[in-house]
């Protein structure tokens, strides 16, 4: 036997003897749970909060922001207003920032405008979704006004003029349907398309390479609440996924997300926004509760590879049998940074740090109240590995 084949013989005859060894003797080769390895080993390290003061800025009123989008080309930060044309035009700012010191300032505003170039009626659209595209566009996303019939919208917006360009199909179950003085069906008021993300999120035009879109609700649609639940639930979330190339956009799955099961006083709770880590389907997700008085949140590790496409599912009521959801491992939860939190609805990554690692910043949709802030979060974010090494 030539020395080739020998090895080609030997290595693995040299594996398995190790493995038969270690089951026999209980030698402690490094035990990995399949829960662990459906996740990345990540970590956040909290970093510091900045409070944007309520100011005037250009005839608008600067709030409301519930999306955040950093552009590493540009090093700057866009943020979204949720302004239903009340207090300005429907728009985006341009933000100016720095991480250390960690500061926070105004640049410009952008009007958002209608496919007839026109700005945005008041009341017409909800914008709470952002997320720009390796071709420097925006796409934003709408929760649309149930109790007025609008529906919800995901759209492709100019970044530098504010244009309306294209729009992605939105499946009809999403829509608002109304019989009587009862909605039947589709996003619930105030609770569609909050959460908005692209992947890859990348910083190089590449016109023709695919891209692909994630939205999801805040909270479940109408006709996948259940009524008939006497005990607390977990909310069920619609979650789609879109591949934009050359073609038509198209849809091309969807899944469910569960919230965390609320606690007995908690008055609204919601997904408020995801963020995609990387191609094979792993993305941070932001959940957000309320009482009446305090505000709590929570970071998720969520997998998307595992959950079940329910494209044919027309209700996530009751038992769904072998229907599998998003998997989801608590990363960190934010009550435990010791300072109040208020509405938080936007997440992305930010400029790197001096030492090269990434950082992750969080804002918060002040709902134009005086009572209420516009609070940036920033954070460093680490491997299990690197964050025992420190």
């Not at 035990?31 to 909060?49: C, K, N, Y």
Request: glycine content about 6%; hydrophobic content about 35%; some cysteine.
């Amino acid at each position: 036997m030539s020395f080739a084949r020998m090895k080609r013989f030997l290595v693995p005859l040299f594996v398995f003897s190790c493995c038969l060894l270690g089951l026999l003797t209980g030698c402690s080769l490094p035990q990995v749970s399949a829960q662990d390895r459906l996740f990345l080993p990540l970590s956040l390290e909290w970093v510091g909060e900045v409070t944007l003061p309520k100011q005037e800025f250009q005839e608008t009123t600067v709030g409301g922001l519930s999306a955040i989008a950093y552009d590493r080309q540009r090093d700057r930060l866009y943020a979204l207003s949720d302004d239903r044309s009340f207090y300005g035009p429907a728009r985006f700012y341009t933000l100016n920032l720095s991480l250390d010191p960690f500061e926070i300032d105004v640049e410009t505003v952008t009007v958002l405008k209608t496919p007839e170039g026109t700005p945005y009626a008041e009341g017409s659209l909800d914008p709470e979704g952002l997320a720009l595209t390796p071709n420097q566009t925006l796409l934003i996303a709408s929760e649309g006004v149930a109790d007025q019939q609008i529906p919800p919208a995901i759209a492709e917006y100019d970044r530098q003029t504010g244009q309306w360009l294209n729009q992605l199909p939105i499946p009809q179950r999403y829509i608002p349907e109304t019989s009587g003085k009862e909605q039947q069906k589709g996003v619930q008021n105030n609770l569609g398309f909050e959460s908005l993300t692209t992947n890859p999120i990348g910083l190089v035009p590449t016109t023709g390479e695919p891209l692909r879109v994630f939205v999801a609700t805040e909270s479940a649609l109408i006709q996948d609440r259940d009524p008939e639940a006497k005990e607390l639930v977990k909310t069920r979330t619609r979650w789609m996924h879109y591949l934009l190339s050359e073609g038509p956009p198209l849809l091309v799955s969807e899944h469910f997300y569960e919230l965390d099961t609320p606690e007995p006083d908690i008055l609204s709770q919601g997904l408020t926004e995801i963020l995609a880590l990387d191609e094979p389907g792993h993305f941070l997700t932001l959940e957000r509760s309320f009482n009446g008085s305090v505000v709590t949140a929570k970071l998720f590790q969520a997998v998307t590879g595992s959950a079940s496409d329910i494209s044919n599912v027309s209700s996530l009521q009751g038992n769904l049998g072998e229907l599998k959801p998003i998997r989801k491992q608590l990363v960190l939860d934010l009550d435990r940074l010791d300072i109040t939190l208020d509405n938080l609805e936007g997440m992305t990554f930010g400029p790197h740090f001096a030492d090269g690692s990434p950082s992750l910043i969080l804002v918060s949709d002040d709902n134009f109240n005086s009572y209420q802030k516009t609070q940036f979060l920033l954070f460093r974010i680490l491997t299990m590995d690197s964050s025992r090494e420190g």
